[in-house]
């Protein structure tokens, strides 16, 4: 099991030394050495450092967590819903965790959200979305 603060520095290479010890670590999992299991929480929370400290834009952050999501030997939990959600996020105006939602939603065959915030979930024709 990996933490956020490994994959940040991997993919931000903000601490060369760090960086390269994560890329010894996921090698060795690309080799088959070893399996690395992410939890989808430390997706959502790598996401939001790359957005609020790095400030770094949607396109930038997809293609940075996609590559971790490809990485052979890496297990995310939730893959993909995850995948689902980057490729909304990238796309439209909407932060991943409100992303996340709608595509476990559609997962779980939900056919409403309830929210009081209908302008992140706008222009969704698969689910209704309804103030409670």
Request: no cysteine; aromatic share 8%.
């Amino acid at each position: 099991m990996i933490d956020t603060n490994l994959l940040v520095r991997y993919l931000t290479d903000d601490d060369p030394q760090k960086a390269k010890a994560v890329d010894t670590l996921l090698n060795r999992a690309n080799k088959g050495e070893l399996k690395i299991l992410i939890p989808s929480v430390v997706v959502a929370e790598l996401v939001w450092v790359l957005e609020s400290f790095y400030k770094l834009a949607a396109a930038e952050i997809t293609e940075l967590v996609e590559s971790i999501l490809n990485t052979p030997g890496v297990d995310i939990q939730d893959k993909w819903i995850i995948k689902a959600a980057l490729k909304i996020y990238r796309s439209k105006e909407i932060d991943l965790v409100d992303a996340w939602i709608i595509e476990f939603a559609k997962a779980k065959g939900a056919k409403r959200i309830y929210t009081f915030d209908k302008k992140h979930f706008k222009d969704l024709r698969e689910i209704e979305i309804i103030s409670p």
